[in-house]
């Protein structure tokens, strides 16, 4: 028998065992109202049955029909769980495609970023300073000047340190502290020769004091972190970073006195004017240096440089706020001499140098005369103005050194006690006005060879 003339097993698929589906499908021949198989129009007696079983050709296309739309509708149901399951880099909680945002936390955004850790240490230390100084007369009346630096709060009962020029000619100087609160300062004293300069605060509270690094240990390409406040209070507490680009002789000074030569930080970490006075730091959040200069046009044909900043040594800075705190400026050693031009202008080319003049009535009156030349101090070969420069600032004021010259060809050796350098000399010459009325775009510092005479930025 055909197994359309049976009843479907129990494990038929369901398509095929579903009474409801077949009795869709009439049979191509209809039975009598009686059910006789005789009854049938132009079927056989002996097919009568398999004819009433079998679906037509038009129910078993209805049939694929409905198991063809019943796949694609549960392929595209799956296909849209899928998708919207996916993470939210395709398709957000909106519905519509949006960026991927990876849940990274904030310590993890942090980590190994040595500036972030340096800000976190360093930045309460940092201060912004603005000087508002006295009214100059100018052709419209009486105009005051606003100028704003960084400090850098060296111990906790309100001492700062910073430029100088930041607090030069100042009527009223006020510190701003990271926390946002103000405070009325005090300026303790003035180096103009190093830009250095020490101011103070009373809060009632003890302040975080930055820790300072001995920079004998600075080396080239190690990191260097600036924090300040560049153009004043609008970009307070700014951090830009770069590398010490090199720590080398350079003269300095301040305008009008005499050129000094020192050694200084050279950083490519981004410095502006409002950076002065603000901290250049170590990876270990140590400052290094305090920024003070950069170089913004080279002499030589007008070139812009890009990356030239400087900062004083953290030793120097120690040395010199210690006096200025002691004694409210800084006390040198003076030998009372005037050296030829040339040898200050090369301060590290061994050259001769040779007395251009002795000070009346100075240390070395009497002892040193012109055209002596310089070969030697206490028993060590002198060969550079460098080196007799650093020398002198070794040695206390009081002290007495051995000096060896050779004198019209013979050699001599003089005994000299040092005397103390008269504070005109750490002096700026121009007046207060002067100064005053110096439009910013001049006082950029220029550049002139390896070693220029540097002058502050504003």
């Not at 904030?106 to 940092?126: D, H, N, R």
Request: charged residues 10%; positive net charge; aromatic residues 6%.
């Amino acid at each position: 028998m055909h197994w359309l003339d049976e009843p479907p097993p129990e494990d038929t698929p369901y398509w095929s065992a579903d009474p409801a589906r077949q009795a869709d499908d009439p049979p191509a021949s209809a039975a009598s109202e009686t059910g006789s198989p005789e009854a049938s129009v132009g079927v056989p007696a002996a097919t009568a049955g398999m004819a009433a079983t079998t679906p037509s050709r038009s129910g078993r296309r209805r049939r694929l029909l409905r198991t063809a739309g019943t796949a694609l509708a549960g392929a595209a149901i799956g296909s849209l769980a899928v998708f919207f399951a996916l993470p939210g880099y395709l398709v957000g909680a909106q519905g519509y495609p949006q960026i991927h945002t990876a849940a990274v936390s904030a310590s993890q955004q942090a980590q190994g970023s040595a500036a972030v850790a340096v800000y976190k240490e360093l930045g309460p230390s940092v201060v912004l300073v603005t000087n508002r100084q006295s009214p100059v007369n100018t052709f419209y009346g009486p105009q005051s000047q606003i100028d704003w630096g960084s400090g850098v709060i060296f111990n906790s009962a309100g001492y700062i340190v910073t430029n100088d020029h930041v607090v030069q000619n100042s009527s009223h100087v006020t510190v701003t502290l990271a926390d946002g609160k103000t405070y009325t300062a005090k300026v303790v004293g003035g180096d103009s020769s190093t830009d250095l300069a020490v101011i103070r605060i009373h809060t009632g509270s003890a302040l975080p004091a930055a820790r300072f690094a001995n920079s004998t240990n600075v080396v080239p390409g190690e990191q260097a972190i600036a924090i300040g406040n560049p153009l004043g209070p609008a970009f307070s507490q700014s951090v830009t970073e770069g590398i010490v680009g090199a720590v080398r002789p350079m003269l300095y000074g301040a305008p009008g006195g005499p050129p000094r030569v020192t050694s200084m930080i050279q950083t490519d970490a981004p410095i502006n004017p409002g950076n002065s006075g603000g901290a250049l730091a170590n990876a270990q959040g140590q400052v290094i240096g305090i920024t003070s200069m950069k170089v913004g046009q080279t002499g030589n044909g007008g070139l812009q440089a890009i990356g030239l900043g400087f900062a004083i040594p953290s030793n120097t800075v120690q040395h010199i706020v210690n006096q200025i705190v002691r004694y409210g400026y800084v006390k040198r050693a003076w030998l009372g001499i005037e050296l030829n031009a040339g040898n200050t202008q090369l301060p590290t080319q061994n050259a001769t140098l040779t007395v251009a003049a002795v000070q009346s009535g100075g240390p070395s009156a009497g002892k040193l005369q012109a055209h002596d030349v310089i070969v030697s101090w206490n028993g060590q070969a002198v060969h550079n103005y460098l080196q007799l420069v650093q020398d002198i600032n070794k040695a206390a004021p009081g002290q007495t050194v051995s000096i060896g010259v050779r004198r019209n060809g013979s050699p001599v050796t003089v005994q000299v006690t040092l005397g103390t350098e008269p504070r005109s000399l750490s002096q700026p010459s121009s007046t207060p006005s002067q100064q005053q009325q110096q439009p910013r775009s001049n006082r950029t510092i220029p550049g002139n060879g390896l070693f220029p005479f540097l002058r502050p930025m504003p």
